[in-house]
């Protein structure tokens, strides 16, 4: 048993059903937390209640942050993150609101001595659908996605998982990194709001020389279906467009990746009369001037 000391940072968002479900997996840990930190980003559904009722009932050292507005995915990974950290925390484990861990989850974590670890997730059918990337290319301009290998399209199984697997992205449904970490590049980045935060993060630590280790027995079971198909005209659209090409602008290794975002904005807008239409055509023109002004990495001091 680790004893090195443990804060789960969790977000939500108008899903108090699926909260419970997820802070009753942290309850069942085998491996107690040190600390609950919840970010509540203003729901305005029954998540109040949900915490209180939690919190009354004494089963997790719960810390509950309701912010006065929804700052998002990204900034609530951000504000949990920053009060872990400033709590002295030697982990800081991000999980989102509609995931649940098996018992031993926590503790097959805590036991790796790894400074930066992610779970393995299942669905409810015990499929596997860890999606993180095996490899993220960010070096052929020629990969139009950079993903070209996750997971789960690489193993039929998680019993056809080695014990470790080397991930290049992660998602904050399950990742966990040390401190030290932090001290070195920061905490996420709140400004991408949704999406790619994670991808982000994952970028930045991995350029320090750290592995990111999937662990095959840290499992996660998600409560919902992946839904990664949202409509590219609409607001969420322009975040998957923004930030995208926030990534290709910090991270491309060379000119041509880095010309990416431009040509993809050309082609969108060229094609838009015979698919996304107007709204999508202004939707990726916007992402790519407002991707233009975050192209600079956020300073270790300055994130935290």
Not at 134 to 143: I, M, T, V
Request: net charge negative; hydrophobic share 45%; aromatic share 8%.
């Amino acid at each position: 048993m680790s004893a090195e000391t443990v804060a789960v940072v969790v977000v939500t968002y108008n899903r108090a059903e699926l909260l419970e479900r997820m802070l009753a997996g942290l309850a069942a840990q085998t491996h107690r937390p040190d600390a609950v930190i919840v970010v509540d980003n203003a729901s305005t559904d029954g998540t109040a209640e949900v915490l209180a009722a939690v919190a009354a009932r004494g089963e997790l050292p719960l810390q509950v942050h309701t912010s006065a507005e929804n700052l998002g995915g990204a900034g609530g990974f951000h504000l949990g993150s920053r009060l872990a950290y400033e709590q002295g925390y030697d982990r800081i484990w991000l999980i989102d609101d509609d995931v649940v861990p098996a018992p031993d989850c926590l503790a097959v974590l805590m036991a790796a001595d790894e400074d930066c670890l992610m779970v393995v997730r299942e669905d409810l059918s015990g499929a596997l659908v860890e999606k993180a990337a095996l490899r993220f290319d960010l070096s052929n301009p020629l990969a139009v996605r950079p993903k070209t290998a996750s997971v789960d399209s690489t193993y039929a199984s998680r019993d056809a998982m080695p014990e470790r697997v080397a991930v290049e992205n992660v998602a904050f449904e399950g990742f966990m990194f040390r401190r030290c970490v932090a001290e070195e590049i920061g905490l996420p980045d709140p400004s991408y709001f949704i999406f790619y935060d994670d991808v982000d993060y994952a970028l930045r630590a991995r350029r320090t020389g750290r592995t990111i280790w999937a662990l095959r027995d840290a499992v996660l079971v998600r409560q919902l279906d992946f839904n990664q198909q949202h409509d590219l005209s609409g607001w969420k659209g322009f975040y998957m467009y923004r930030n995208l090409f926030v990534v290709h602008l910090r991270y491309g290794t060379n000119p041509l990746v880095r010309l990416k975002p431009w040509l993809i904005t050309l082609a969108v807008v060229l094609l838009s009369p015979v698919r996304g239409g107007r709204g999508e055509a202004a939707n990726v023109i916007k992402a790519m001037r407002s991707a233009r002004t975050m192209r600079a990495l956020p300073h270790a001091a300055e994130a935290r």
